[in-house]
């Protein structure tokens, strides 16, 4: 493996706090079987006001980083679109809080929910040139439609972090990888407005046609190689598209004859519950959405091995995508051992309906000129400690 460049080291992270959909589908008068079945959504992550994206982009490179990361890495890549900041990145912050070394370059990179791919395709071609170097990327946001939209049962908040190496313990990218823009408003967040604007059901057509399109042009490139994929992760505005753009699929053009088709198409449906399973106790973390899926597959699906091909579909709003693969590494099981899982989920704090509303509603009224914080005792890892003349202040406990 010692020419391949990869995912070395992966890790997420979600706030503790969530909202069942059942109990706030009740609250809007809807039938819980639009959120549950409709979308696949069970639980939705809800970020308190001391917790903000960098927070739980250092919490999650936190649980991977160690001393050699530190010294090795010299890119921190920081993608999102839930940024606080016109100029100063993120990622300045992530360098900081986690102590890397000083000869580094740390920015922040934005394409709505593909800028982590275009965060992570960055990492691969730095890495290749420098072999002997490190990079660390970070996903993190915070999806916010408001309260009582249409988009409100696809909001949630999270981070994932990778490590790319020379020698990547997890995933090996292959090189040749499919990209598609095509310009549209289907989703956008204009500077001004806190929350997200929407044109819902245009957005999962060009989301179902961009897949469709990457696909058709894999195979061209690929022919027959492409069947060999074992399974597909799809970024997650809510779990049910992944399904969706399978479904989508079917209905296209492809190389395969009908009969072929529809058995690899049903092959790789069979693989979804596994990627979906984190996704559906989140929601929608833009950026994140795909990594989380895939180390929701990792851990979830226990007929992957070493050796599988596994494509990842990357889909940012307006409209960027690209499809790319990789291999699993030898032992990537253990390497994932770190992260949280099922159980760390499962562990988290039940709110209610309107707890979440207002953790919602301080958010939009918070002071960001000057704010401190009232951290609970229980709380555990990075958070924002005060907001003092527009400068933010981050603490660990
Ligand atoms: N029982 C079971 N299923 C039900 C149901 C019930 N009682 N009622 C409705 N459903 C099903 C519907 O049939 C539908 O399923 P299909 O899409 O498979 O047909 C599903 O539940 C949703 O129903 P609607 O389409 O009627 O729901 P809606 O009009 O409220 O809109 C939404 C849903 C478009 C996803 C909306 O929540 C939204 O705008 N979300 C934000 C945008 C988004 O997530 N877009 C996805 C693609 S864009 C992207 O990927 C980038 C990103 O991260 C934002």
New binding site residues.
């Given amino acids: 493996m010692s020419n391949t460049i990869g995912i070395d080291k992966i890790a997420f992270y979600t706030p503790d706090y969530y909202v069942d959909m059942v109990e706030l589908a009740e609250a809007r008068g809807?039938?819980?079987?639009?959120?549950?079945?409709?979308?696949q959504q069970d639980l939705m992550a809800v970020i308190p006001v001391w917790e903000d994206i960098v927070t739980m982009g250092a919490n999650a490179a936190q649980q991977i980083i160690d001393d050699a990361d530190r010294s090795l890495i010299d890119q921190v890549i920081f993608a999102t679109e839930s940024s606080f900041d016109y100029s100063k990145s993120a990622a300045t912050y992530i360098h900081r809080l986690l102590d890397i070394q000083p000869q580094a370059a740390s920015f922040e990179v934005k394409q709505?929910?593909y800028a982590g791919t275009a965060g992570l395709m960055m990492a691969v071609n730095y890495v290749r040139l420098n072999p002997n170097r490190r990079a660390l990327v970070i996903t993190s946001d915070i999806?916010r439609?408001g309260l009582e939209?249409?988009?409100?049962?696809?909001q949630g908040a999270g981070a994932v972090a990778m490590i790319i190496s020379n020698q990547p313990r997890i995933l090996a990218i292959e090189e040749e990888t499919f990209k598609y823009s095509t310009e549209h408003y289907?989703?956008w967040r204009p500077s001004h407005s806190p929350v997200?604007l929407?044109?819902?059901?245009f957005?999962?057509e060009?989301?179902m046609d961009s897949f469709v399109k990457v696909f058709q042009d894999a195979e061209e490139a690929m022919g027959r190689r492409l069947a060999t994929i074992s399974a597909f992760v799809f970024?997650?505005?809510?779990t049910?598209?992944a399904?969706?753009a399978l479904?989508a699929l079917s209905e296209a053009e492809t190389q395969l004859d009908e009969k072929k088709r529809s058995s690899q198409i049903a092959h790789w449906q069979d693989q979804l519950p596994a990627a979906i399973e984190y996704g559906r106790r989140i929601g929608?973390t833009?950026t994140a959405?795909l990594y989380i899926s895939f180390i929701s597959m990792l851990k979830e699906n226990e007929t992957l091995k070493a050796g599988d091909r596994i494509g990842l579909f990357s889909?940012?709003?307006g409209?960027v995508s690209e499809l790319f693969f990789g291999e699993l590494v030898e032992g990537y099981s253990g390497q994932l051992a770190e992260t949280i899982g099922l159980e760390e989920l499962a562990n988290r704090q039940q709110i209610s309906v309107a707890e979440y509303e207002q953790l919602f509603t301080e958010r939009d009224q918070m002071d960001t000129t000057n704010a401190s914080f009232d951290i609970p005792e229980t709380y555990q890892g990075f958070y924002l400690r005060e907001i003092d003349e527009n400068r933010r202040y981050y603490d660990f406990k």
């Fill in positions: 809807i039938d819980p079987n639009k959120y549950t079945i409709g979308l709505a929910c999806a439609y939209s249409s988009g409100e049962p696809t289907d989703f997200a929407v044109d819902g059901h957005s999962n060009l989301y970024h997650l505005p809510y049910k598209m399904k969706k479904d929608n833009y959405a889909y940012g709003s409209a």
